[in-house]
């Protein structure tokens, strides 16, 4: 496989999207951090038993998109690729990994130009291997003597990628994922309800996303074998398949990886989406929209956004400077885990509201799925965007 990786062709409104509203100098960056590991706090989904259990699983990627022209049309592509997978596991579990990936390069013909770094094209794959990993040291983090570190690094051949590694292992400090504890929240019959605490500044999830056809990022774990879904199990050792199925269909892989980013730049902006402005233009929401999904669709409709996922130490979890005259802040469709938002919130004593329907539909079956860590004193209104935005509609507009 070679970069460029040409992933669909550009209509003109798409290339228009991309450029106007994805693009920081001609290029967009899609990056993606996760961080997984055995502790007591996790046990449920990282399978915890004792002390002895450290594994620890951490993904990394940073794919550059641009825009670029071939034979007379214009493609958006992947022009380079970062992709860092840190597997910290007994020493017999990290063998046989280690074991399966070195099949997969060497059955795929990646030749071997240096001492456990090989290349295919312009893909190169790089094996580090350590009995304690150099961050561990410099973050004192500690492990049994059983326990020893495989990295794996994906890019284009040359690309830069210290930065984004120096990045996720500073993030890894303060990023440990805990469940919150949800408290006692009222539940609203009507919309009446949120119209005497308007204005409000809105927070917004995934919710409002899928609804224009864009996934939930569930499917992104399963793509880079983060966690089941519907287990919530993290993948350790034998259970993830990610680098050796990238080594043997890449072009397959990078269909998978680009989808997100394609949707994105295709998705249509709904009828909700239309209220939604239409209200924020008549001030019924104010401020910056602080958002968990990178869509751009409310700036389409020239509102300032703040991009939540954004993975810097200084940001991940920011300060947020709240509207002054609002009373409430609205949480739409959130199941991100930054409940730091939230937090702020309250202690500014602004209400939170939250519009969600406590679950989504798969296979035509609806899958409960309960706000994580409401508070008391927090309103819940179980619709989804669609119903809540065209309920306000026929009573605001």
Request: net charge neutral; aromatic share 14%; proline share 4%.
């Amino acid at each position: 496989m070679k970069f460029p990786f040409y992933v669909f062709e550009f209509n003109e409104e798409e290339e228009k999207i991309f450029t106007n509203h994805f693009t920081d100098e001609g290029k967009f960056g899609f990056e993606g951090i996760w961080l997984r590991n055995q502790r007591e706090a996790n046990k449920e989904q990282s399978n915890w038993k004792s002390e002895k259990d450290q594994r620890r699983r951490y993904i990394q990627f940073y794919d550059t998109y641009e825009q670029r022209s071939k034979d007379g049309k214009s493609y958006l592509a992947i022009t380079d690729t970062y992709i860092y997978v840190s597997n910290t596991l007994p020493k017999k579990e990290i063998k046989a990994y280690r074991k399966k990936v070195v099949k997969a390069l060497n059955k795929n013909e990646f030749i071997e130009t240096d001492a456990d770094v090989y290349l295919k094209d312009n893909l190169e794959i790089i094996l580090k291997s350590y009995d304690r990993h150099p961050k561990d040291i410099e973050f004192n983090n500690t492990f049994t003597s059983d326990y020893i570190t495989l990295d794996v690094i994906i890019r284009t051949k040359g690309f830069p990628y210290e930065e984004h590694y120096n990045r996720m292992w500073l993030l890894s400090t303060k990023m440990f994922r805990v469940p919150g504890k949800r408290e006692n929240p009222t539940y609203i019959n009507s919309v009446d309800e949120i119209i005497k605490h308007l204005p409000a500044q809105v927070e917004m999830g995934c919710g409002p996303s899928i609804a224009t056809g864009i996934p939930a990022l569930h499917e992104m774990h399963e793509t880079y074998y983060v966690q089941n879904h519907i287990t919530k199990e993290f993948y350790f050792g034998k259970d993830d398949k990610f680098i050796v199925e990238l080594i043997n269909n890449p072009e397959i892989m990078y269909k998978k990886f680009s989808y997100v980013p394609t949707v994105c730049i295709k998705a249509k902006p709904t009828e909700a989406y239309e209220i939604f402005a239409s209200l924020y233009k008549k001030g019924y929401f104010k401020g910056t929209v602080l958002n968990n999904n990178f869509d751009r669709m409310v700036k389409r409709f020239d509102i300032d956004e703040y991009i939540l996922r954004i993975y810097d130490r200084n940001t991940y979890l920011p300060k947020i400077e709240f509207e002054k005259d609002i009373k409430t802040l609205i949480c739409i469709g959130t199941h991100a885990d930054r409940r730091e938002v939230q937090a702020q919130a309250r202690e500014k004593g602004i209400k939170v509201i939250y519009i969600d329907p406590e679950g989504f539909f798969e296979g035509g079956n609806f899958i409960p799925y309960p706000i994580e860590a409401p508070k008391d004193g927090d309103l819940i209104y179980a619709k989804t965007f669609e119903e809540a935005m065209a309920e306000l509609k026929d009573k605001l507009l």
